[in-house]
T-cell receptor
């Protein structure tokens, strides 16, 4: 399978715990995005990387959130001291900058986080 | 102000009939792109169709077409010959050119239910 993959698919944690999610983009894609989707809403942008550089972060990304893409391939999103309001689906997407499809983003299956 | 508005929370359509899902957008950027994604219950966002702001013709992809009315700032998705597998959430999204990272802004979605 050459699509975007995310791990884990589901995570249940207790309030105050730290969690880390992983995203593996399509191999030749140089851009990687994280979005958050709460129940009944559309996805909201969190942050994006071009290669290993994190170029933009949304105001939604509080200090408890950190993302990395150390070698310009896979990315991790860590949430520290989780709160119930962090419960959501976390979606990862990747794209190839400058490609003919105007930077079409390919999404992974998401990680559903439930904070008890 | 909402950048992407989808006014239909839910829609029913009879199998084999056509259906139109509404999307209006708000931007002052002359260069932008509009996307439609399908999200089945499994959670993955599936790209359906793209329309660039300078495209002269309405985009089509198989059974999907985009009714782009630039002056009215609307980008409605038309699905012809609905199938049971079309039942899903549908999201309209926009990318603005000033936004160097090409991140997407999504609407709230429309749940489409296809009746046999």
């Amino acid at each position: 399978d050459t699509g975007v993959s995310q791990d884990p698919r589901h995570k249940i944690t207790k309030r105050g715990q730290n969690v880390t999610f992983r995203c593996d983009p399509i191999s030749e894609h140089n851009r990687l995005y994280w979005y958050r989707q709460t129940l009944g809403q559309g996805p909201e942008f969190l942050t994006y990387f071009q290669n290993e550089a994190q170029l933009e972060k949304s105001r939604l990304l509080s200090d408890r959130f950190s993302a990395e893409r150390p070698k310009g391939s896979f990315s991790t999103l860590e949430i520290q001291r989780t709160e119930q309001g962090d419960s959501a689906m976390y979606l990862c997407a990747s794209s190839l900058a400058g490609s003919g499809r105007d930077n079409e983003q390919f999404f992974g299956p998401g990680t559903r986080l439930t904070v008890l | 102000a909402q950048k992407i508005t989808q006014t239909q929370p839910g829609m029913f359509v009879q199998e084999k009939e056509a259906v139109t899902l509404d999307c209006t957008y708000d931007t002052s950027d002359p260069s932008y792109g509009l996307f439609w994604y399908k999200q089945p219950s499994s959670g993955e966002m599936i790209f359906l169709i793209y329309q660039g702001s300078y495209d002269q013709q309405n985009a089509t992809e198989g059974r999907y077409s985009l009714n782009f009315q630039k002056a009215r700032k609307s980008a409605n998705l038309v699905i012809s010959a609905s199938q049971l597998g079309d039942s899903a959430m549908y999201f309209c999204a926009m990318r603005e050119a000033y936004n160097a990272g090409n991140m997407l802004t999504f609407g709230g979605g429309t749940r489409l239910m296809v009746k046999p």
